[in-house]
C-alpha cells in the first residue's frame, strides 16, 4: 500500500485517478481504518486529504454554508452558524461515535462510506444538502442522497471524490432535527435513523417538509409521502400520526443483529414524530 | 515497498520513526517507540484504551495512521505527568480507587484531561457522555466519573 | 478461625481505604500488561481460525505459508500429539482443532514470522479443506435425538440407565432435598415458568497476549495475562510435554478477567511456535478472536416452578436448567443447579440440570459461573410468586430467607451469613422509598456465591530496615495486593506503606490456585496473615536471643517485641526495624511462609434493588437508580469491595438489557466486537450505591468473604423484576433488548 497526502485537491483527483489498484480517499479514517483492518479493504493506495486546506473550512455561501471534507464533527459543532441554521444535521454528525470518533470522523466521509445506517446523511438529505464532487473530468455537485448506489457502495466515478457539502440558506420559521434509535446511549450504529426539515409560514402553517430515513433500507431515502402529511397542517397531532404512518409504511429494512424488521418499521414511525416535533418546535422558535 | 519516515512531535519531544503505510499511529507508538502506555482493547475504535491527542484534538490511535503523524503534536498518557508531579486527574484516580485492572486508566486519564482541557466545569452527565467512548469493564464507571469531577472541582478551586 | 474483630480488637488499617501499591505505575502507564512485554529476538505469532461452525479438517497445507519469507515456525495439530492427560485434552483441543473444527473461530494452525503483515499473510497462504458438517448452537436444538452431533464419544452421564447412543447431553446431575410433589401439595399458590438467556462474554477490555520462548531442551519462560499463572504452566506443561519445573510463567499485569482467564488459549501455541522456531514468540489476540475464540458464558434454558402457603411459606421450589458449555464437557450447569435456590428455605427443594453441547466456543467461568442467569428464572418466580399472595416482595424474601442452620439448597447447613441484613437494609434504604413515575418500575432480587478457598502459598520476608515484602501466587485483578498489604500491616503492626506485595512467578512459591471463586483476598489474605504469624514467633525468638530470655517470655504488640509479663525481665520494646536491623547477628534472615489448602470460605449474599423507566414507543429500557447492599464479613479495602460491587451490578444491567452473542443461520458469530456487542459505557449509567454489610466468616482471622462474584447474580433479574413492573408484563428472556421489550409489550396488547 502506498500512502499519499497531497496539499490540492487536483494532485489528489489526479493520485486517486491514476491508481490502477484500488483506492481510497482517508479523512478522518474512522471507517477506512476498520475495514482495513478486518481485511474487508485492501487499499493499493490511501490519499490523505487533510493536508488539503480548503478542505478544512467551513464557508458562507449564498446564504448557507459549504463544509469541507476534512472538517471533524468536533469543529462541525463548534461553528456557532452551521449550528444555529442546520441544528438537526450537526446533531447528526455529532452522534457518530465517541468525543475520539468526532475528533476525526467527516460529515463527508459518514456520506461517502455509504453505510445506510449513516447518522449524517438523513439529516443532510432532510436539509437538501447538495455534495461537490470533483473528479477528473470536472465538478459536478449531486444531492446527497444520490452518492450511495448501496450499502458500502457509491456512484463516484473512478477518480472522483466529495470536496464539500452545501447546505442551502435556512428560510425564515424553519428548522430541523435528527434522531435515531440506539440500543445504548452512544457507540452504537443506528438501527433507525430520521432527518425531519420544516419550513412554515407566517401563520404557524407547514409549507415545505422534507423527511429522510436511515437503517431501513439499502440506502437513506427521502420519504415524500412523510413530507405530504405535514405540508397544509399545523404539524399537529393527526398531522403526526399521519407522518409516523407514512414512515413505518416506506420503512423496508432487513432482520439482523441491530433489529427486527417488525421493531424498525414501528419505530421509524416513532422517531419520525419526534424528529418532527422537535423541528417544529425548534422552527416555532419555542425549542 | 519502503518504510515511511515519519517526523512528529511526541509529549513535547521532537521525535523520528520508520512505519509501515498500514501501519497505525498506536503500533508506531507501542512497538516503535516503547510507548505502551496507550493499549489496544478493540482496534477497531470502540474501547478508546488507545487514546492520544493530535494537535490537542483527543482521538483513537488505533484509528490513524503512523504516516499522518507527519508534523503534528501528539500526546500520550506518558506524557501527562510532570516528572514525578501527577497530573491532578491521576491523583484523583487513586484517591478515588478509580481503577480496578488498570488497562482502561491510561485513555480515561488522557480523555478526562481533553474534557477538562475543553469543559473546566462538566456536569456528571457531560462526563458520562464525553467519556462513553472509553469502555471500562471492572468499575461501572462510578468511582471513575467521580474521580474526574472531584478533579474538575479542585482544579476550578472550588 | 475467626480471632480479630472490630468489637474485639480495633482494625488500625484494615478497613481504611490507601493509595494501591500498582496505582502509580497505572495511572502513569508504566504498568506492563500481557502485550506490553518485549523480548529479544521475539518473533509475532498469528492464529488461523475456523470460518466454520463445525467441520472436518480433510488436510491442511501449510507448505506456502512455509515458503514465505520472514515465516519462522507453522505449526498445526500435528505438533501437539503427545499424550496429554485427560484433564487438559479439551483444553489442548480448545487451543488447536484436532480433525474438526467445533465452532467458528476455532484454532486450527499458527504461524510466527519477524512482522505482524508477514504472519497475517501467511494464515492466507494456509490452505485448509474443510468438509463443513451441519451445526447447532441452540441449546433446545442441540437436545434433538437428529441434532447434528458434535462428539461421537460423549454418552450422558447421570442417567439410571447408560444410553447407548452418543448425545450432545454430557450430563443429568441433581441436587435437593425433601419431596418437591409433596411440598407442592402442600401449596396454596403456585407460580411455574419459563425462561431462555443468551450467551454473553465476559467483556475483559485486554485481548489475551503472552510472550512464549520455550528452548528444545523443554526449558522455557511465559509472560502472559492470566487469572492464574500457575494453571498456566501446569496446563502448557502438560500439552507440551515438559515438566512443569522447567517452565518459568510470570504473570503480567492484567487487563481485567471475570473468569475468562481462568484457562489458556493461546499460551500453548506461543511456546510450541517458539520451540519449533528456537526464538520468543509473542501472541495478542484481537478483539474478534477474543469474541470468537475465548470466553464465554452458557446460556440457558431454564424452567422454574415455586409454591408458597398463602401465608407466605414457600413450601416447595424446582428447576429444570440447561446450559450449553461450548463445544465441550462444561460444569457450569451444575453451579446454576447448586445456586438457583440457596437464598431460601423450604423443606423441598429439586434442581435438575443437562450439560449440553454446541457448536460455540468453549464455554469459560464468568463470575459467578452458572448462578446469574439460574437467579434471573428464580428470583422472577419468587417476585411474581409475591406478587399472586399479595405479600411485599421484600417482605416475602425476608420471610422466606435461609439463616443458619437451615438445609442449604446444595447440600450442607447454612453457617451464619448476612443475607437478612441486606434485605433489613434494603427495606430502610432511601432508595426503596422514593416514589415512581410513569413507565417506571422498581424491582429487587437476591443473589449467592459460595466462595472459594484453595491451595495456596505465600511467603513474607523482612528487609534490614524493617520493610515488609510479600509475596502471592494469586494474580491482582481489582487491587488485592493492596489488601495484602493492609492485611500483613495490621498483623505485624506496621506502617502500610512499609509493605510491598508482589506477584511472584511460579518458580518463587508454591502452587497456587487461579484467582478465582473470590478467593483471594481470603485464601492469599489469610496465607498472609499465618505467614506473618510464622515472622512474629520469628521476630520474637530474636528478641528473646538478644534479651537473653527464653522465647515464650516475649511476645508481638503493636509493632514491637516486649516481654510478655513482668517475670520475663525489664526491657524496652524492640521495633521489627530495630529487631531486622540486628538479624545478620540473631541468625540472618528473618522470613515467614504458610502453604495449605484454605477452607473456610465464607458464602456471599446481596440484595439489589433498581429503577427502571421504559420507552413505551421503542422498548428502550434506562436504568434510574440501582442500589448494592451485600456482606463482605469485613472489607479490608471498602473502595476496592464498593468497586466489585459496582462492578459487578454492571456487568448484569449488561447482560440484563443489551449483551448477547448473536449466531446466524451459518453458525458464524456475528458480533464479535465492541460495536454490536454492547457493553454499558459510561452514558447508559447511574451512580451505583452500595452498602457493606459485614457479618463475619468464622474461618478467616478477621472475617473476611469473598465479594467479588455474588454482584452479578441478582441483577439481571433486578432488573427483570423492575422492567416487569413497569410494564406489566412479565420478562422472561435475556437481554431484554428494546424489540424484545416492545414485543413483549405489543404480543400483552394484542
Known amino acids: 500500500m502506498r500512502f499519499e497526502a497531497p496539499s490540492t485537491v487536483e494532485a489528489a483527483v489526479s493520485l486517486l485517478a491514476a491508481e490502477s489498484g484500488m483506492a481510497r480517499v482517508l479523512a478522518g479514517g474512522t471507517d477506512l481504518l476498520v475495514q482495513m483492518k478486518s481485511g474487508m479493504s485492501e487499499p493499493d493506495l490511501v490519499v490523505d486529504i487533510k493536508r488539503i486546506e480548503a478542505l478544512h473550512e467551513i464557508t458562507e455561501e449564498d446564504g448557507g454554508y459549504r463544509i469541507g471534507a476534512a472538517v471533524p464533527g468536533i469543529c462541525l459543532g463548534e461553528h456557532e452558524g452551521v449550528k444555529t441554521a442546520w441544528p438537526g444535521v450537526v446533531e447528526g454528525t455529532e452522534l457518530i461515535g465517541s468525543t475520539q470518533i468526532q475528533g476525526r470522523a467527516t460529515m463527508v466521509g459518514n456520506l461517502c462510506n455509504c453505510s445506510p445506517a449513516a447518522d449524517s ?42 470536496e464539500s457539502v452545501f447546505l442551502p440558506a435556512r428560510p425564515a420559521h424553519a428548522s430541523d432535527a435528527y434522531l435515531r434509535f440506539i440500543p445504548r446511549t452512544e457507540m452504537d450504529i443506528a438501527v433507525v435513523g430520521c432527518g425531519v426539515n420544516l419550513v412554515f409560514d407566517q401563520d404557524g402553517l407547514c409549507i415545505e417538509a422534507r423527511v429522510a430515513l436511515g437503517a431501513v433500507a439499502a440506502r437513506v431515502f427521502i420519504v415524500p409521502d412523510a413530507a405530504e402529511a405535514l405540508v397544509g397542517t399545523q404539524v399537529d397531532d393527526a398531522a403526526l400520526d399521519a407522518l409516523a404512518a407514512a414512515c413505518s409504511a416506506a420503512a423496508t429494512p432487513i432482520d439482523d443483529k441491530r433489529g427486527t424488521v417488525e421493531f424498525r418499521k414501528k419505530v421509524a414511525g416513532v422517531l419520525a414524530r419526534r424528529a418532527a416535533t422537535i423541528a417544529r418546535d425548534r422552527a416555532k422558535g419555542s425549542a | 515497498m519502503s518504510q515511511i519516515h515519519v517526523q512528529t512531535t511526541i509529549n513535547g519531544d521532537e521525535t523520528e520513526f520508520l512505519c509501515d503505510a498500514e501501519e497505525t499511529l498506536l503500533d508506531a507508538l507501542r512497538d516503535k517507540l516503547g510507548l505502551t502506555g496507550a493499549k489496544e482493547g478493540c482496534g477497531t475504535g470502540d474501547c478508546g484504551a488507545c487514546s492520544v491527542t493530535v494537535d490537542g484534538r483527543l482521538v483513537c490511535s488505533c484509528l490513524v495512521l503512523g504516516a499522518e503523524a507527519q508534523g503534528r503534536e501528539i500526546t500520550t498518557i506518558e506524557g501527562m505527568a510532570n516528572g514525578d508531579e501527577l497530573h491532578p486527574l491521576q491523583q484523583k484516580f487513586l484517591d478515588h480507587a478509580a481503577l480496578q485492572c488498570g488497562i482502561c486508566t491510561p485513555g ?18 457531560e462526563v458520562r457522555y464525553w467519556l462513553a467512548g472509553n469502555l471500562c469493564r471492572c468499575t461501572g464507571y462510578d468511582k471513575i466519573i467521580r474521580a474526574v469531577m472531584d478533579t474538575a472541582a479542585e482544579m476550578r478551586g472550588a | 478461625m475467626l480471632d480479630k474483630t472490630a468489637d474485639n480488637g480495633e482494625f488500625k488499617y484494615v478497613g481504611t481505604r490507601p493509595q494501591r501499591p500498582d496505582g502509580l505505575d497505572k495511572v502513569t502507564g508504566r504498568a506492563r500488561f500481557g502485550a506490553d512485554m518485549v523480548m529479544p529476538g521475539m518473533l509475532v505469532g498469528k492464529v488461523l481460525r475456523s470460518p466454520h461452525a463445525h467441520a472436518k479438517i480433510k488436510s491442511i497445507d501449510t507448505s506456502a505459508a512455509e515458503a514465505l519469507k520472514g515465516v519462522k515456525a507453522v505449526i498445526t495439530a500435528d505438533d501437539f500429539t503427545i499424550d496429554v492427560p485427560e484433564a487438559e485434552y479439551d483444553t489442548m483441543v480448545n487451543c488447536i482443532a484436532h480433525g474438526k473444527v467445533l465452532y467458528d473461530g476455532h484454532g486450527v494452525a499458527a504461524v510466527a514470522a519477524t512482522s505482524q503483515a508477514i504472519a497475517n499473510k501467511a494464515l492466507k497462504l494456509i490452505k485448509v479443506d474443510y468438509e463443513v458438517l451441519p451445526h447447532v448452537t441452540d441449546v433446545e436444538e442441540a437436545c434433538k435425538d437428529d441434532a447434528p452431533l458434535l462428539h461421537d464419544n460423549i454418552f450422558t452421564e447421570g442417567l439410571d440407565e447408560a444410553p447407548t447412543t452418543p448425545s450432545n447431553i454430557s450430563g443429568r446431575v441433581q441436587f435437593g432435598h425433601g419431596d418437591v410433589e409433596k411440598g407442592f401439595a402442600d401449596a396454596d399458590t403456585i407460580v411455574e415458568r419459563k425462561f431462555r438467556t443468551e450467551a454473553t462474554h465476559q467483556g475483559y477490555i485486554e485481548p489475551h497476549a503472552c510472550v ?229 418500575g422498581r424491582g429487587i432480587a437476591c443473589g449467592f456465591w459460595f466462595n472459594f478457598g484453595g491451595e495456596t502459598s505465600t511467603s513474607l520476608n523482612i528487609g534490614a530496615d524493617g520493610t515488609v515484602n510479600i509475596s502471592v501466587g494469586t494474580v491482582d485483578v481489582g487491587g488485592s495486593r493492596a489488601s495484602m498489604c493492609l492485611m500483613v500491616a495490621e498483623e505485624l503492626g506496621v506502617p502500610y506503606e512499609k509493605v510491598r506485595c508482589v506477584v511472584a512467578d511460579t518458580s518463587s512459591l508454591g502452587h497456587n490456585d487461579t484467582t478465582d471463586g473470590s478467593r483471594t483476598t481470603f485464601a492469599s489474605g489469610m496465607a498472609l496473615i499465618l505467614s506473618a504469624r510464622d515472622a512474629k514467633q520469628k521476630l520474637c525468638a530474636r528478641a528473646a536471643k538478644i534479651w537473653e530470655i527464653p522465647e515464650e517470655a516475649v511476645e508481638w504488640v503493636d509493632g514491637h517485641a516486649r516481654p510478655a509479663g513482668p517475670n520475663a525481665g525489664e526491657f524496652d520494646p524492640m521495633s521489627l526495624a530495630e529487631i531486622a536491623g540486628k538479624a545478620e547477628t540473631t541468625g540472618g534472615p528473618i522470613a515467614g511462609h504458610h502453604e495449605y489448602n484454605a477452607r473456610g470460605a465464607g458464602v456471599s ?142 404480543d400483552a396488547k394484542a
Not at chain 2, 108 to 125: G, M, Q, R, S
Not at chain 3, 644 to 656: D, H, K, L, P, S
Not at chain 3, 677 to 706: C, F, Q, W
Not at chain 3, 720 to 743: F, H, W, Y
Request: glycine share 10%; hydrophobic share 40%; charged share 20%.
Open chain 3, 212 to 440: 512464549g520462548n520455550l528452548s528444545a531442551d523443554g526449558t522455557g519462560e511465559l509472560w502472559c495475562c492470566t487469572q492464574g499463572h500457575f494453571m498456566v504452566r501446569n496446563s502448557c506443561a502438560a500439552i507440551l510435554g515438559i515438566d512443569i519445573s522447567r517452565l518459568r510463567v510470570t504473570a503480567s499485569e492484567i487487563g481485567g478477567g471475570f473468569g475468562g482467564k481462568t484457562t489458556i488459549f493461546i499460551e500453548p501455541i506461543a511456546l510450541a511456535l517458539s520451540r519449533k522456531a528456537g526464538r520468543p514468540v509473542k501472541v495478542v489476540m484481537t478483539r474478534d478472536e477474543v469474541f470468537r475464540a475465548t470466553g464465554p458464558t452458557s446460556s440457558a434454558s431454564m424452567w422454574i416452578k415455586i409454591g408458597a402457603k398463602s401465608d407466605g411459606t414457600i413450601t416447595a421450589m424446582e428447576g429444570l436448567l440447561k446450559y450449553q458449555g461450548g463445544a465441550f464437557k462444561g460444569t457450569w450447569v451444575s453451579l446454576g443447579c447448586m445456586t438457583a435456590f440457596a437464598c431460601y428455605r423450604a423443606d423441598h427443594m429439586k434442581t435438575v440440570g443437562y450439560d449440553v453441547l454446541v457448536n460455540r466456543p468453549r464455554a469459560a467461568a464468568y463470575r459467578a459461573p452458572g448462578a446469574p442467569m439460574a437467579a434471573f428464572a428464580v428470583e422472577s418466580v419468587v417476585t411474581e410468586l409475591a406478587e399472586k399472595l399479595g405479600i411485599d416482595p421484600l417482605e416475602f424474601r425476608l420471610q422466606n430467607a435461609a439463616k443458619e442452620g437451615d438445609q442449604s439448597s446444595y447440600g450442607p447447613k447454612h453457617r451464619a451469613h448476612g443475607l437478612i441484613e441486606t434485605l433489613e437494609t434494603a427495606k430502610a434504604h432511601a432508595h426503596y422509598d422514593v416514589p415512581l413515575g410513569p413507565n417506571q
Open chain 2, 108 to 125: 480515561f486519564l488522557v480523555a478526562a484531561k481533553a474534557l477538562l482541557d475543553h469543559t473546566p466545569d462538566p456536569t456528571e452527565t
Open chain 1, 121 to 162: 446523511v438523513p439529516a443532510m438529505a432532510a436539509a437538501g444538502a447538495v455534495a461537490r464532487v470533483t473528479g477528473p473530468d470536472g465538478t459536478r455537485d449531486v444531492p446527497v442522497e444520490q452518492i450511495a448506489a448501496g450499502p458500502g457502495k457509491s456512484n463516484l466515478a473512478k477518480g472522483e471524490m466529495v
Open chain 3, 605 to 746: 449474599f446481596a440484595t439489589h434493588m433498581v429503577d427502571t423507566e421504559v420507552d413505551p414507543d421503542t422498548g428502550r429500557v434506562t436504568v434510574l437508580r440501582y442500589t448494592v447492599i451485600q456482606d463482605a464479613g469485613k472489607a479490608v479495602h471498602p473502595a476496592y469491595v464498593e468497586g466489585q460491587f459496582q462492578g459487578g451490578a454492571v456487568q448484569g444491567i449488561g447482560w440484563a438489557i443489551n449483551e448477547e452473542y448473536i449466531y446466524g443461520e451459518d453458525g458464524r458469530l456475528q458480533n464479535p466486537g465492541f460495536l454490536d456487542y454492547r457493553i454499558p459505557v459510561a452514558s447508559d449509567l447511574p451512580m451505583i450505591d452500595t452498602v457493606i454489610i459485614e457479618n463475619p466468616n468464622k474461618g478467616h482471622p478477621y472475617g473476611v468473604r469473598g465479594v467479588g462474584e455474588t454482584s452479578i447474580v441478582p441483577p439481571m433479574a433486578a432488573i427483570a423484576n423492575s422492567v416487569s413492573a413497569a410494564v406489566g408484563v412479565r420478562l422472561t428472556e435475556l437481554p431484554m433488548s428494546p424489540p424484545r421489550v416492545l414485543k413483549a409489550m405489543d
